[in-house]
């Protein structure tokens, strides 16, 4: 019982995540590698909140949520000028700047949080304090999975409303056609800083839940690798609608755990794992290319 619950928890993340990336790629048109980055904004902030200040889960989780929104502007502002090939540039710039400043800005022996070692570098955070809510301490398999399933059920629900208000229409006719958006008045660098801050803004709750389910995190959260599944479950269950990011969610969290129940040796199981994704994004590349649910693929 206790491994679907955790396959719960894991897939409410990534729903989240997915969602969150597929408002800067399906709906506004921008290819971005640099994702990972804020997820891990937002976990090693509620981690050094939690651990180093003592705060409780619902102040550590706006502030967290207001530190992603506050560095969103690292890729909204070059989203103004740049698209194409060096929009995806910069993005990985920003990637690969998060991830130094999280693997470097450490020393071993000092209190995690100071100056000196404000994230502990490589080793990362650990005894990250479970979430625990008006007096209720979410400790246990259950009681966590369903409140990331809440948690999930409302960014999505959230996620919904906006991309079928006027605003998600306007984020579409951006991404379509940004010049005849611009010659009917619309302020389109307005709505760039919009979408890229509430796309981190999500990408940072999802960093809280796992930070708060592992009770550790490391700047592997921020690893280029840690982008790249993001953007192939937007590749497999498709962009520009509410459907596919769920389903490509959904559907490469469950692949590694259906090969964990087939008989093959632990030392080429991982191998096993990519070999499965890299043929799964093969097929639905030459098959579907807009993904099994998506209505808009980047050219």
Not at 28 to 54: C, D, E, I, K, S
Not at 68 to 94: E, H, Y
Not at 188 to 216: E, H, N, T
Request: charged content about 10%; some cysteine.
């Amino acid at each position: 019982m206790n491994y679907v619950l955790h396959l719960l928890i894991f897939a409410s993340m990534y729903v989240i995540l997915a969602l969150s990336l597929d408002l800067v790629m399906g709906y506004m048109g921008r290819f971005n590698l640099g994702h990972a980055a804020f997820v891990a904004v937002g976990g090693y902030t509620y981690a050094l909140v939690t651990v180093a200040l003592g705060w409780g889960f619902i102040p550590a989780l706006v502030v967290a949520v207001g530190v992603a929104v506050m560095l969103s502007p690292l890729l909204s502002l070059p989203a103004w000028r740049f698209k194409g090939d060096l929009f995806i540039m910069l993005t990985l710039v920003v990637q690969t700047l998060v991830f130094g400043v999280i693997h470097n800005w450490g020393e071993p022996g000092q209190p995690v949080g100071s100056w000196r070692n404000f994230t502990n570098g490589p080793f990362g955070i650990a005894k990250i304090p479970k979430p625990d809510i008006l007096g209720i301490s979410l400790d246990t398999m259950g009681s966590m999975a369903v409140f990331s399933l809440i948690v999930a059920g409302v960014c999505a629900l959230i996620v919904f409303r906006l991309t079928h208000s006027p605003w998600g229409r306007l984020l579409k006719c951006a991404r379509d056609d940004e010049l005849a958006l611009r010659g009917l008045g619309k302020d389109v660098r307005r709505l760039k800083v919009q979408a890229f801050a509430f796309s981190c803004a999500l990408a940072a709750v999802g960093g809280v839940i796992y930070a708060s389910y592992v009770s550790y995190i490391d700047p592997k959260a921020a690893s280029l690798d840690a982008s790249i599944l993001l953007l192939c479950m937007l590749c497999v269950g498709g962009m520009g609608n509410f459907r596919g990011p769920v389903i490509g969610a959904l559907v490469l969290v469950l692949i590694p755990e259906v090969l964990r129940l087939t008989p093959m040796p632990s030392a080429i199981a991982a191998n096993v794992r990519l070999l499965a994704y890299g043929l799964l994004l093969v097929v639905v590349v030459h098959v579907r290319p807009q993904g099994i649910a998506g209505e808009y693929r980047i050219e």
